[in-house]
């Protein structure tokens, strides 16, 4: 079946780094679009990164711009976020959700997401 | 940025109502618009794309509906699997922008 599984989150400091992986199943990985959204505890929902389906095409939210990278491996069908200075508001879950459009650089609704991963900033 | 304001923030229905959420664009976004329902500890889900295309396996009793700037998630008939948060979005241009949320309790 169709399916995204989260792995990478943890405890780390303020400053440190931490990579996320997001491993895909059950579709053409390498034709779809792939986002990263988190949640702080108690909010709502927070998009951070798109990458396009071929990996040419990346956009950040202005929050983690600069300090994030969202890349991808098509041939492992592996969706990844490096995080590098990590401040205590980047604590959230993690998720990964793959975009409904097919080989196009337009993005439409997210329709499979992962269980997410938690990430914690803390000193 | 397209900011995405969503009302009321929350609220209180029974089994049975009619319960009906609304979002607003700061411009307009083409019907680029997305509902989500999500439910404590879980991932979001994707009920709603493009305004009114109901997704696979959704029940019938949600639709969405609107153009422009203003949006409208309906419910008809709550159940009580009904009870939940939802979120809209636009995929209209990224940043891609989420609605706060509206929680939906039981009264």
């Known amino acids: 079946q169709v399916q995204l599984v989260e792995s990478g989150g943890g405890v780390v400091q303020p400053g440190r780094s931490l990579r996320l992986s997001c491993a895909a199943s059950g579709f053409s990985f390498r034709s779809y679009g792939m986002h990263w959204v988190r949640q702080a505890p108690g909010k709502g929902l927070e998009w951070v990164a798109v990458?396009?389906?071929?990996?040419?095409?990346?956009y950040y939210a202005d929050s983690v711009k600069g300090r994030f990278a969202i890349s991808r491996d098509n041939s492992k069908s592996t969706l990844y976020l490096q995080m590098i200075g990590l401040r205590p508001d980047d604590t959230a879950v993690y998720y990964c959700a793959k975009d409904m459009g097919s080989n196009s650089n337009d993005y439409y609704g997210l329709d499979v997401w992962g269980q997410g991963t938690t990430v914690t900033v803390s000193s | 940025d397209i900011q995405m304001t969503q009302s009321p923030s929350s609220l209180s229905a029974s089994v049975g109502d009619r319960v009906t959420i609304t979002c607003r664009a700061s411009?307009?976004?083409?019907?680029?618009l997305d509902w989500y329902q999500q439910k404590p500890g879980k991932a979001p889900k994707l009920l709603i794309s493009?305004?009114?295309s109901l997704q696979s396996g959704v029940p019938s009793r949600f639709s969405g509906s609107g153009f422009g700037t203003d949006y409208t998630l309906t419910i008809n008939s709550l159940q009580p699997e009904d009870f939940a948060t939802y979120f809209c979005q636009q995929s209209y241009n990224v940043p891609l922008t989420f609605g706060g949320g509206t929680e939906v309790a039981v009264k």
């Open positions: 493009a305004t009114s």
């Open positions: 411009q307009s976004i083409s019907n680029y």
């Open positions: 990458i396009s389906f071929d990996g040419n095409n990346k």
